[in-house]
């Protein structure tokens, strides 16, 4: 028995095809055509009100259009279009930008091919459509490191503050509840108009929740329903006080979750270096074991190896070369012995 070399770290049976899409200089490029676009979006939106900008603001978004229809194509044209827009991790962001691209193509090419003669109103883009493009600026965010960084931390604070949401939802439901049987029918139309449905109730109460005015609609009702007191003091103790004093909690807790990521993530690298620097020095040491270049060592060659002296100086040299300490490369020997020693009743 003995050992064979394995393939590197990294390798594959099947090497990843030349994407021209993923090239850094094409990445870069796209990058900065949105980065420019978003700028022109924005200036067009300043200059809204000015008929002369109009006509050259909607040129360039159509250049603009055709060069994201040319990135789509070239995008497809690699990984193919169910892989693309399905199987993808970020396959939700491809198909949405798809959407853009299709819709704002379709817009392009129908202004092209109108004519003034046809009845049709060359006017500025539809908003909708001004509002999605916008939102194709995200598509650069991906492109900056720190980004990266907060997504673990941005996904979190999302989920916690869907919970929180759904918290508060549910104590405006119960309030706003108790609140419209009491006082839809009350003689001062004023109150009615706070309380009349579960809608205006729930909207009153989130109102007096961010503690605005509340004081002034709170005296008002109790002038009719001086019971009402009771109400709004455990509303506002447990809808406003409560309720906001959770908030400091759930991102002090995010905090902590953040930094215990920090330090997995810290442990993770460094436990992978070591792993990388293992596999280098087997590497270094079959090399130099597997003198023939057959691919394999026999038990017989390890044995003679690793008691050989000048063999092991010249892996301790080898080893050194990528930063192995003189204790690493003790503790290496040491496990190669180990290594040996079990494989023995095999042989």
Same mark, same amino acid.
């Given at each position: /028995?003995?050992?064979?070399?394995?393939?590197?770290?990294?390798?594959?049976?099947?090497?990843?095809?030349?994407?021209?899409?993923?090239?850094?200089?094409? =990445?870069?490029?796209?990058?900065?055509?949105?980065?420019?676009?978003?700028?022109?979006?924005?200036?067009?939106?300043?200059?809204?009100?000015?008929?002369?900008? &109009?006509?050259?603001?909607?040129?360039?978004?159509?250049?603009?259009? *055709? *060069?994201? #229809?040319?990135?789509?194509?070239?995008?497809?044209?690699?990984?193919?279009?169910?892989?693309? +827009?399905?199987? @993808?991790?970020?396959?939700?962001a491809t198909c949405f930008d798809a959407v853009i691209v299709v819709v704002c193509l379709a817009e392009a090419i129908d202004s092209l091919v109108s004519s003034p003669g046809d009845g049709k109103k060359k006017?500025?883009?539809?908003?909708?459509?001004?509002?999605?493009?916008?939102?194709?600026?995200? @598509?650069?965010? &991906?492109?900056?490191?720190?980004?990266?960084?907060?997504?673990?931390? !941005?996904?979190?604070?999302?989920? #916690?503050?869907?919970?929180?949401?759904?918290?508060? +939802?549910?104590?405006?439901?119960?309030?706003a509840i108790v609140a419209t049987n009491y006082m839809w029918d009350a003689d001062d139309p004023n109150i009615v108009d706070l309380y009349g449905n579960l809608g205006r109730s729930m909207l009153s109460l989130? =109102?007096?929740?961010?503690?605005?005015?509340?004081?002034?609609?709170? &005296?008002?009702?109790?002038?009719?329903?001086?019971?009402?007191?009771?109400?709004?003091?455990?509303?506002?103790?447990?809808?406003?006080?409560?309720?906001?004093?959770?908030?400091?909690?759930? *991102?002090?807790?995010?905090? !902590?979750?953040?930094? /215990?990521?920090?330090?997995?993530?810290?442990?993770? +690298?460094?436990? =992978?270096?070591?792993?990388?620097?293992?596999?280098?020095?087997?590497? @270094?040491?079959?090399?130099?074991?597997?003198?023939?270049?057959?691919?394999?060592?026999?038990?017989?060659?390890?044995?003679?190896? +690793?008691?050989?002296?000048?063999?092991?100086? /010249?892996? /301790?040299?080898?080893?050194?070369?990528?930063?192995?300490?003189?204790?690493? *490369? @003790?503790?290496?020997?040491?496990?190669?012995?180990?290594?040996?020693?079990?494989?023995?009743?095999?042989?």
């Amino acid at each position: /028995k003995g050992f064979t070399r394995s393939r590197s770290h990294g390798e594959t049976d099947d090497d990843p095809p030349f994407v021209l899409s993923e090239l850094p200089l094409v =990445q870069s490029l796209v990058c900065g055509v949105i980065l420019i676009n978003t700028v022109i979006i924005g200036a067009e939106t300043m200059l809204i009100q000015e008929a002369v900008w &109009r006509e050259r603001f909607q040129t360039a978004e159509m250049c603009f259009t *055709f *060069f994201y #229809a040319a990135e789509l194509a070239l995008r497809i044209h690699d990984y193919g279009m169910k892989k693309l +827009l399905f199987e @993808r991790e970020d396959w939700l962001a491809t198909c949405f930008d798809a959407v853009i691209v299709v819709v704002c193509l379709a817009e392009a090419i129908d202004s092209l091919v109108s004519s003034p003669g046809d009845g049709k109103k060359k006017s500025g883009s539809n908003p909708a459509l001004s509002t999605l493009r916008i939102l194709r600026a995200t @598509r650069a965010l &991906r492109f900056l490191k720190f980004v990266k960084e907060l997504q673990v931390v !941005m996904v979190s604070s999302v989920k #916690a503050m869907l919970k929180f949401g759904t918290l508060v +939802l549910m104590v405006l439901f119960m309030f706003a509840i108790v609140a419209t049987n009491y006082m839809w029918d009350a003689d001062d139309p004023n109150i009615v108009d706070l309380y009349g449905n579960l809608g205006r109730s729930m909207l009153s109460l989130f =109102q007096m929740m961010t503690l605005d005015d509340w004081v002034a609609s709170s &005296r008002m009702v109790m002038r009719d329903y001086p019971g009402m007191i009771v109400f709004y003091l455990l509303f506002i103790f447990v809808g406003g006080l409560s309720l906001i004093s959770v908030v400091p909690s759930i *991102f002090i807790e995010l905090h !902590m979750k953040d930094q /215990k990521a920090e330090e997995d993530h810290a442990e993770f +690298l460094v436990k =992978q270096a070591k792993r990388e620097k293992v596999a280098q020095m087997v590497e @270094r040491l079959f090399d130099i074991i597997d003198a023939d270049g057959g691919g394999s060592v026999s038990l017989e060659e390890m044995q003679s190896a +690793l008691t050989d002296k000048a063999e092991m100086d /010249k892996l /301790k040299t080898s080893l050194a070369e990528l930063g192995v300490t003189d204790r690493e *490369f @003790r503790a290496f020997r040491f496990g190669l012995y180990e290594l040996w020693e079990d494989s023995q009743p095999d042989q």
